[in-house]
């Protein structure tokens, strides 16, 4: 089993750009599909972006496209989300989280991350 801890959250204006890391322990972080999903006051956990063992194949959710990047570094334990063009409705929790295949379902990840707040402001 994974433990993942999310760091690289903050404070923007719209427009900025913030890279979120994700930190895993245990040695089967590169067998895991990987996702970053997001949850903003008084609305459900949705998903951002998936990536498969491998990081040849992502899923991003329609609103990001464009916009944010998710890779992993499978010799480092991290996977990370680089978000370009902040607007303020991507203001939010934002949560990795590791399962055993890749879907975009929240259902489908066993392991979650504490979280880290990104707030954009206008």
């Known amino acids: 089993q994974v433990q993942l801890v999310e760091s690289g959250g903050g404070l923007v204006q719209a427009g900025a750009s913030l890279r979120l890391s994700c930190a895993a322990s245990?040695?089967?972080?590169?067998?895991?599909?990987m996702g970053w999903f997001r949850q903003a006051p008084g609305k459900e956990r949705e998903v951002v972006a998936v990536?498969?063992?491998?990081?040849?194949?992502?899923y991003y959710t329609d609103s990001v496209k464009g916009r944010f990047t998710i890779s992993r570094d499978n010799a480092k334990n991290t996977v990370y989300l680089q978000m370009n063009t902040l607007q303020p409705e991507d203001t939010a929790v934002y949560y990795c989280?590791?399962?055993?295949?890749?879907?975009?379902?929240?259902?489908?990840?066993?392991?979650w991350g504490q979280g880290t707040q990104v707030t954009v402001s206008s």
């Open positions: 990536l498969d063992w491998s990081g040849d194949n992502t």
């Open positions: 989280a590791a399962g055993p295949y890749t879907t975009h379902d929240v259902s489908g990840y066993h392991t």
């Open positions: 245990g040695r089967t972080f590169s067998s895991y599909a």
